[in-house]
């Protein structure tokens, strides 16, 4: 159940499309990560991939990178 994370991908789109080929969008990160998007919204990132709850940035991170916050990557607007 490889999430693939031993691959170069390091486009958000392309992290979004990888994570839900495996059927793993709705994994919870190891560390539940507060989010600072653009828009000035805080908000916890509760599934591996998310939402900004007011602007509707789409945020996603492969389930097994999840423990560094540095691993988080943006996918455009409602992408997920």
Do not use: R, W
């Not at 958000?12 to 190891?30: E, L, M, R, T």
């Not at 940035?57 to 540095?70: E, H, I, L, Q, R």
Request: aromatic share 4%; hydrophobic share 30%.
């Amino acid at each position: 159940m490889s999430c693939g994370c031993s691959g170069n991908l390091s486009d958000g789109q392309a992290i979004v499309d990888h994570v839900k080929s495996k059927g793993k969008q709705n994994f919870s990160p190891k560390v539940p990560h507060i989010i600072s998007c653009d828009c000035g919204e805080a908000f916890t990132l509760e599934t591996v991939i998310m939402n900004c709850p007011n602007c509707e940035m789409t945020f996603v991170v492969k389930p097994c990178g999840s423990a560094d916050v540095n691993n988080i990557k943006q996918a455009g607007i409602k992408y997920a």
